[in-house]
């Protein structure tokens, strides 16, 4: 999934454990309860997207856009 158009997609409690989402497009997805532990999302953009209760657990964050992430 790198570099994937994910803008406003509903990814909810689904399983991205080690997932390369490296420069990922997740403007506005809906993470709610994703397992993202030991993802990949170095540049990815999270702005405004839902992590509430996503498991971020060894997930590499690094260069990530991430304001108004709802967590």
Known sequence: L???DLCGANLSDANLRDANLRG?????????G???RGADLRGADLRGANLYGANL???NLS?????????
């Open 2 to 4: 790198r570099d994937a």
């Open 57 to 59: 657990i060894g997930a």
């Open 63 to 71: 260069g990530a856009e991430m304001q108004n992430v709802k967590f």
């Open 24 to 32: 990922a497009d997740l403007y506005g997805a809906n993470l709610y």
């Open 34 to 36: 994703a397992d993202l």
